[in-house]
Antibody, heavy 126, light 108 residues
């Protein structure tokens, strides 16, 4: 059974960098043709895709966050990570990592998410 | 960017009843690439349906999806107590992918 688990600080200061890691078990990131994604959910709000990465390191980001988000992958540890810089209170959210089934649509990669981590609440506050 | 509008915002029903949730897209979704998720409080979303009508692994057959173009529905044939949750649609027919705002299914 595929399992994902987010880890990282639950509190980040404004203007700092949010860093989260997703550890995957039950499958190997480097041996399967899935993308791996980050999605967030502000308190009481809906879901927002942040970005996704392939085991090769090829990553794609949502337009609103592409200048602040960096996703990386470490296949030796079966992990992928999210860094989000220059955070503000608006970045307070539960951050989910997930496995993504993907397709190539109009020359770009699109996804839906079949396995999710339980989520990690990150609060941005001084 | 394709905007997904879900209706109703809240649906109040009793166990045993049937539920129909709607997801309307601002433009046609290519290849009917639409997914549905269920989210319970404090939990991650769970994939129910992909490709508008294909059931994800382990999902009870009382959940079904249909639709094409801009109009999609999720139907729950006989509500069980554990089905009361928030439901989201998500398209992956083009980049960027987007989610609907959700429909809350409450116990009446």
């Amino acid at each position: 059974q595929v399992q994902l688990q987010e880890s990282g600080p639950g509190l980040v200061k404004p203007s700092g960098t949010l860093s989260l890691t997703c550890t995957v078990s039950g499958t190997s990131i480097g041996r399967t043709s899935f993308y791996w994604g980050w999605i967030r959910q502000a308190p009481g709000k809906g879901l927002e895709w942040i970005g996704s990465i392939y085991y090769s390191g090829s990553a794609f980001y949502s337009s609103p966050l592409k200048n602040r988000a960096t996703i990386s992958v470490d296949t030796s540890k079966n992990q992928f990570s999210l860094n989000l810089s220059s955070v503000t209170a608006a970045d307070t959210a539960v951050y989910f990592c997930a496995r993504a089934e993907w397709a190539r649509q109009f020359g770009e990669i699109t996804y839906y998410f079949d396995f999710w981590g339980q989520g990690a609440l990150v609060t941005v506050s001084s | 960017e394709i905007v997904l509008t879900q209706s109703p915002g809240t649906l109040s029903l009793s166990p045993g009843e049937g539920a129909t949730l709607s997801c309307r897209a601002s433009q046609s979704i290519d290849r009917n690439f639409l997914a549905w998720y269920q989210q319970k409080p404090g939990q991650a979303p769970r994939l129910l349906i992909y490709g508008a009508s294909s059931g994800a692994r382990g999902i009870p057959d009382r959940f079904s999806g249909r639709g094409s173009g801009t109009d999609f529905t999720l139907t729950i044939s006989r509500l069980e107590p554990e089905d009361f949750a928030v439901y989201y649609c998500q398209h992956y027919g083009a980049s960027p992918i987007t989610f609907g705002q959700g429909t809350r299914l409450d116990i009446k």
